[in-house]
């Protein structure tokens, strides 16, 4: 049998990857869409790769407004590349998100990936207010616009994000960004979650709140001087150093999975997790993030104590026969039809990421 490596393409504008993306389509030839490659191990295994269609090469700021705060880019971009262009106007994304740097936006967005800030700021979504698609017919739809206050086209931003790229490539966006904080400090302590609940608690709501399976929490205050330093000084933990929060998010083991649930199952269902892995929760949001050391009839049972606490365990990486015995996503959920519908109507030859998201 002969295996053939996958054709790689890398466009240099929006207009050539949609017209390659077009091509892929009419010869019935899978496509997957690549970023920075950090997400590449979400979803179940492609049942084939005919074509890599990487967007790195869109990687220009394409329009700035710092007295909007608005800022519109091609979706290849690197993640740091922006938040260095946004800090010269004292502005930032607010987007930290796990197995960093080498993020792109568009794989961000295709992903729905998050970090710590998701607890102050929301998720991408949030401030997301438009976007520019190129589909397996050639053409570019684009959803929402370059103002706050436009919302045309809303549903079809809700569409690609978090889709794997099923749907078709993201090629554009455009964000509200934010002030970057006048204060920003780091407290840490070793107390486990009845700290984390204390950190929680203050009248300064924190900006992030992390605990590891070892016990230690990490808070972030952002804020005013004043406002940042009372609540600091009120809780007598250890101040750390800020660079502590990236190496916190480079945390991407070979096999790792996200559990959500209602806040109050989290710390339940945390507990339940072999004693030698490692876990980093965000109590929060009722999040946590687990490097898998167990087999898969562990990861199984965990993900059913999940659904039935009305949550959910998604994988983010592992080897495609573990992947495989596992499973990405868990049980189907009740929208699954509609979401087969919509790949149908999207992608009618199946040809983008075939078989590792809306099978």
Excluded at 34 to 47: F, I, L, T
Excluded at 188 to 203: C, F, H, R, V, Y
Excluded at 292 to 304: F, K, L
């Amino acid at each position: 049998m002969v295996v053939t490596k996958p054709a790689v393409e890398k466009p240099a504008t929006a207009e050539e990857l949609a017209r390659r993306l077009h091509e892929a389509a009419d010869a019935k030839l899978a496509v997957i869409p690549v970023g920075g490659g950090r997400a590449s191990g979400m979803g179940n295994p492609v049942e084939r790769a005919d074509v890599l269609l990487h967007t790195t090469h869109l990687d220009r700021v394409i329009e700035h407004s710092q007295s909007d705060m608005v800022v519109s880019v091609e979706a290849g971009i690197a993640l740091d590349a922006l938040q260095a262009h946004l800090a010269k106007a004292g502005q930032f994304l607010p987007l930290d998100p796990f197995h960093s740097p080498g993020h792109t936006i568009g794989g961000l967005l295709a992903t729905g990936w998050t970090g710590p800030l998701r607890f102050r700021y929301g998720s991408p979504r949030d401030f997301l207010i438009g976007i520019r698609v190129a589909m397996p017919d050639g053409k570019l739809a684009s959803g929402g616009g370059r103002v706050v206050k436009n919302v045309s086209g809303y549903d079809m931003m809700k569409l690609h994000y978090g889709a794997l790229g099923s749907l078709g490539v993201i090629v554009a966006a455009s964000f509200k960004v934010f002030p970057k904080p006048l204060h920003d400090v780091t407290v840490a302590n070793d107390g486990g979650w009845e700290a984390a609940d204390e950190a929680l608690s203050t009248p300064l709501a924190p900006s992030a709140v992390e605990l590891s399976s070892d016990g230690r929490v990490l808070a972030r205050f952002l804020g005013s001087p004043e406002a940042v330093d009372r609540v600091v000084s009120g809780l007598e933990w250890d101040e750390a150093d800020s660079a502590v929060w990236e190496k916190h998010s480079r945390s991407g083991p070979e096999k790792w999975a996200r559990i959500a649930i209602p806040r109050s199952g989290l710390r339940r269902i945390v507990e339940t997790l072999p004693q030698h892995d490692r876990w980093w929760a965000s109590p929060g949001v009722g999040v946590a993030h687990w490097a898998i050391g167990a087999d898969s009839s562990v990861v199984r049972g965990i993900r059913e104590k999940a659904e039935a606490a009305g949550g959910t365990l998604v994988m983010l990486a592992a080897p495609d026969d573990f992947m495989r015995e596992v499973g990405a996503w868990g049980a189907a959920p009740p929208t699954i039809d509609i979401m087969r519908r919509l790949k149908k109507a999207f992608d009618p030859d199946g040809i983008l990421n075939p078989g590792r998201y809306v099978v």
